[in-house]
Structure formats: structure tokens, C-alpha cells
């Protein structure tokens, strides 16, 4: 006797909310508290005020990111609340109006009118809302917005990001403080950008230089305005 064997499958799309706002929030952690303590040493500054700098700026820049995150996002699920209602009121209002739409939805992605008409009818028994959620607004429970989710993340990530350069910042030396804080902040931000492509599925050593490119940018321009106002001031 045979067995049909279950066929299993891994997608990343339920991933898209918490790894955006992660690896945002880890690459902005690195990369704002790395250029803030790059352009402090490089006006000279004692290593004690460097980390009481980066210290600062890692509590306000989750706080930061938290704010950020759950504002954009809540509008974003504002949004689609909204246009559920909406779809909900025109689905009790105009029921066949909505039928005859969900079923053209289906004849553009290649049914024929018939089958067409046959799997709108059917999906409009078993969960009308449902269809025409996934189906016409384009909303899934997979990338439906969640603000407190992207919020934690998002603050999480920066914490942990910010603490990387400031750890190298508290036991490097400080006569080669700038170029250490440079120099692993850049291998950090590799790292990060390796693995948040690899768990999204991309081109890792893509993923690596663009991350590490905006980084190095950054922190250029940082230690050249804190190099010009260290020796005018």
C-alpha cells in the first residue's frame, strides 16, 4: 500500500515583520553609536566622555527606534483596519457586486469564468472577508502589521547593535581607539548584513558590502566633522 508522502515547505514571508525591524534596528545600533564615537574620538576626546557618549546615544536611539517603529507601523494597521471595515459594510451592502469582483480577480490571474466564478462563490461561503482581504487588499495574517512586535524588536536590535562598538570602544586602546572602533564596527556590520540575507534568503555577499558600504560612509563623514571642529574649537 502507498503512502502519500507529506510534502513540506519553508517560506520566509512570515519573517518580513520582525527581520526588518530587527536588522534595521541592529544596523542603525552599529552604525549611529560607531559614527557618534568615531566623530567624538576624533576631536579628541577622553575615552571616559567616549563611552559616557555612546552610553547616551544607545539609550536614546532605541528609545528612538521603539517610538519610530510603533508609530509607522500602528499606521500602517491602522490603515488596514480600515479598509477591512470598509470591505465588510460593502459586503453586507452589495454582496453580488463583491461576488462578481473577487470572481474578475480571479479570471486576471488566468481561471476561466466559470471556475472562476465557481471558487469566488465557494471562498465567499466558507470566509468573504477572508477572500477579499488576501485576495483584493492584499493583507495576510503573515505580513499583517504588528506594531508592538516591530517596536520591541526594533528597540531590541539597536541595544544590541550599539553595544558592539562600545565594547570595543571600553578595551581598545585609545591611542588606536578611532581606527579599532572603525575597523570592528565595519567587520560587524558584514556580519550582520551576511546573515540577515541569509536568513531572508538572499545574496549573502551582496547583502555583507551594501550593509558595510552606508556603514563605512557614515562613519567618513562623522570622524571628518569631528576631526574639523576637535582642532577649530
Do not use: C
Not at 557618549?53 to 527606534?65: N, P, Q, R, V
Not at 541569509?198 to 550593509?211: E, F, I, K, L
Request: net charge neutral; aromatic share 6%; charged share 15%.
Amino acid at each position: 500500500m502507498l503512502h502519500a508522502r507529506r510534502h513540506f515547505e519553508r517560506h520566509r514571508s512570515d519573517r518580513i515583520g520582525w527581520l526588518r525591524a530587527a536588522v534595521l534596528g541592529a544596523n542603525d545600533g552599529i552604525v549611529s553609536t560607531a559614527s557618534l564615537l568615531v566623530g567624538v574620538a576624533a576631536a579628541n576626546a577622553a575615552q571616559g566622555s567616549l563611552m559616557l557618549t555612546g552610553i547616551a546615544g544607545l539609550a536614546a536611539g532605541a528609545m528612538s527606534m521603539a517610538a519610530g517603529e510603533y508609530v509607522s507601523v500602528h499606521s500602517q494597521s491602522d490603515t488596514e483596519k480600515a479598509d477591512l471595515s470598509k470591505e465588510r459594510k460593502e459586503l453586507e451592502l452589495e454582496p453580488a457586486a463583491e461576488l462578481r469582483e473577487l470572481t474578475a480577480i480571479y479570471i486576471r490571474r488566468g481561471l476561466e469564468p466559470g471556475l472562476a466564478q465557481q471558487v469566488a462563490e465557494q471562498l465567499t461561503a466558507h470566509d468573504a472577508l477572508g477572500a477579499h482581504a488576501r485576495d483584493e487588499l492584499g493583507i495576510s495574517e503573515a505580513l499583517s502589521a504588528r506594531p508592538v512586535q516591530a517596536a520591541l524588536a526594533s528597540a531590541a536590535s539597536f541595544a544590541v547593535g550599539a553595544l558592539l562598538p562600545l565594547a570595543v570602544t571600553a578595551i581598545a586602546p585609545r591611542p588606536s581607539l578611532l581606527f579599532w572602533i572603525s575597523g570592528m564596527s565595519l567587520a560587524f556590520l558584514a556580519l550582520l548584513g551576511a546573515v540577515a540575507a541569509h536568513v531572508g534568503g538572499a545574496s549573502m555577499p551582496v547583502g555583507a558590502w551594501r550593509v558595510t558600504f552606508w556603514g563605512a560612509l557614515a562613519m567618513a563623514i562623522t570622524a571628518g566633522v569631528g576631526s574639523l571642529f576637535g582642532t577649530t574649537l
